[in-house]
């Protein structure tokens, strides 16, 4: 009862998830400011439930996870991350008091099968490159098969981190980790022919641009290599690419050390996670080995 008139009490959840953001923006939930991605994502999830429900409840909180697909389990766990987090700032406001969060933390979604990650074959992958396509998707195809970069990372490389002569790009990738990766000639001459020969007039630093001079975002990265793909019949993304990556160079023998540091992960298990070798694959391709 003491809950409920809390709630009833104070102003729309709506009115409160600008606090929210300039919270996470500042660090003052977790010590430690929230990088811009993840403030994108999380208000997206709020703003999604404050539209639905007029209070925050354990009750209303397992009603909106119901309603996303089990098969989204990425979807479930982002939006419940959101929600607590969310949920702290409340407590913060004092519209709910911690017992109401620690009730909600139980709802936390338990994966139930293992997750389902498919990347292209090699030969699906050749079929897209033989695609007719623009520079632009060119350039973005090539770092994505030959260099295993985020999308997030991708869409924040600008013109002085492409190094054409060295043949690198060096950058700032996940973590604000310093990160260095070498080009192939295909990667090179795709991304030199694009900022040559397409790449639109703009004031703009980034390195890879849309039709209108806009930077790519994520997003759109993503629906251009999916757009790609769907173009020979072959579900694909740019993580599935990076997958990929690691996978063809784990079998053509590269350390796992060496993949580590060029996918820029923190731990070698993340690294031995990306691999997806079967044992036929593994025995096919010693049939080459010396």
């Not at 694909?236 to 992960?265: C, D, E, N």
């Amino acid at each position: 009862m003491v809950e409920e008139e809390r709630q009833q009490n104070t102003p729309p959840l709506s009115t409160l998830v600008d606090g929210f953001r300039k919270a996470m923006v500042n660090g003052e939930l977790t010590g430690k400011a929230f990088s811009g991605r993840t403030v994108d994502d999380y208000l997206y999830y709020v703003n999604q439930y404050v539209k639905q429900y007029e209070s925050f409840s354990k009750e209303c909180m397992a009603d909106y996870l119901a309603s996303i697909p089990v098969k989204q389990f990425a979807t479930r766990e982002k939006s419940y991350k959101a929600l607590i987090c969310f949920g702290k700032q409340l407590v913060v406001d004092n519209v709910i008091d911690d017992s109401m969060l620690d009730s909600c933390r139980e709802l936390r979604p338990k994966r139930n099968t293992p997750p389902h990650r498919p990347i292209p074959k090699p030969d699906d992958v050749e079929r897209i490159l033989e695609l007719d396509m623009s520079q632009l998707d060119s350039a973005l195809l090539g770092i994505c098969i030959h260099t295993g970069l985020r999308a997030n990372e991708i869409a924040s490389l600008t013109l002085d981190n492409l190094n054409t002569k060295a043949g690198l790009l060096a950058f700032i990738g996940k973590g604000g980790k310093e990160r260095v990766v070498g080009l192939n000639d295909d990667c090179l001459n795709a991304l030199q022919g694009y900022v040559n020969e397409a790449r639109p007039a703009s004031a703009s630093r980034r390195l890879l641009l849309n039709d209108d001079g806009l930077p790519l975002t994520r997003h759109s990265i993503a629906s251009r290599i999916r757009r790609l793909g769907e173009r020979v019949g072959v579900k694909t993304s740019p993580h599935a690419l990076r997958r990929y990556f690691a996978t063809k160079h784990a079998l053509a023998g590269r350390s796992l050390a060496m993949l580590q540091r060029v996918l820029g992960h923190s731990s070698l298990g993340t690294t031995e996670k990306y691999i997806q070798a079967t044992a036929l694959q593994a025995a096919e391709e010693m049939k080459g080995w010396d």
